[in-house]
């Protein structure tokens, strides 16, 4: 009896193609169009998907998902701006929302909006109506970091965060990054509601802005590279803090604090409880900043 001829092998995707090749992790043959570079041979595009499944996506140094390499949280932060910055001019209807006001009259002025959303600790108008985050008004620490006098208050901004943004968004993942940013605004707005004249108002991001300052300072350190680029800018900005009027220098100083604050709560928390550390770190910082508000709005109603 005759032995029948050896089978050649094919594909377990394409029937009609031979091959001899087959996945290093389940054996079945492949063709070239269903071949995956794999560390050790080739591997079938079931098994890739598989393994994609199974593993542990990729985390940043300080626990943050590889996804802030695209910087979608810069990106967004930037666009509303923007977009506020188009509703501000919209209430307005008028072109000194644009320029026309302080600094030789690059700066933008008022606009409904800004009154709206800026940050005001008390005032009482002629119609006896009465306004301000002591009066309930709390939404003016959140959306005073959104809010711009003009055009070039918001570029000056917008520029800044574009760069320090992405680096950090980068460095700490999206949610790491975001809560940096919120609580160093938040920082910033509580500041200004704490030391400034309760009647004046105060818009704009360099609150957080200034926060992210401090945290590229705590970031790079701990990772080891070089900071003295970042000192010099930081020293500049500061000194124009001080030296132009009408900036609020208790947000800008403010906002510095509570971003290198976090920062180092993000940086330092130990690997094997990082996430639950940076949680209730965070929060601890929130907690703060709720009972200066408190205390700051029991002051000016006492």
């Known amino acids: ?43 079938c595009p079931d098994c890739v998907a598989l393994g994609k ?13 590889a996804a802030g390499r695209h910087g979608y949280v810069t990106k967004t932060l930037i666009g509303l701006n923007l977009l506020m910055m188009l509703l501000s001019i919209t209430s307005s209807g008028a072109g000194r929302s644009l320029a026309g006001g302080g600094l030789g009259g690059l700066m933008g ?52 965060l574009w760069v320090l943004g992405r680096t950090l968004e980068a460095a700490l993942g999206p949610a790491r990054f975001l809560g940096l940013y919120l609580v160093a ?13 309760p009647a004046q108002q105060t818009v704009g991001a360099s609150t957080a802005i200034f926060g992210l300052f401090g945290a590229l300072f705590v970031i790079m350190r701990r990772l080891g590279r070089d900071t003295s680029g970042v000192l010099p800018i930081l020293v500049i900005n500061l000194v124009f803090t001080f030296a132009v009027p009408y900036i609020s220098i208790a947000g800008h100083l403010g906002g510095l604090v509570l971003g290198t604050l976090m920062a180092l709560v993000l940086a330092y928390a130990p690997r094997e409880r990082r996430t639950p550390v940076q949680v209730v770190g965070g929060v601890a910082l929130l907690v703060l900043l709720l009972l200066v508000t408190v205390a700051r709005t029991a002051q000016l109603l006492g």
């Open 109 to 160: 002025s008022g606009t409904p909006l800004t009154v709206w959303g800026s940050i005001l600790g008390l005032a009482r108008y002629q119609d006896f109506t009465v306004h301000g985050i002591a009066s309930g008004e709390y939404y003016r620490l959140f959306t005073a970091m959104f809010l711009h006098y003009g055009l070039l208050h918001l570029l000056l901004n917008m520029w800044a």
């Open 185 to 197: 605004g938040l920082g910033g707005n509580v500041a200004a509601y704490l030391f400034s004249d």
């Open 1 to 43: 009896m005759s032995e029948s001829p050896p089978t050649t092998p094919v594909c377990y995707r394409h029937p009609s193609r031979e091959t001899y090749v087959r996945c290093t992790r389940c054996e079945r043959p492949i063709c070239p169009d269903c071949m995956r570079e794999a560390s050790v041979g080739h591997q």
């Open 53 to 65: 499944r199974t593993q542990r996506p990729a985390r940043t140094a300080f626990g943050g998902g």
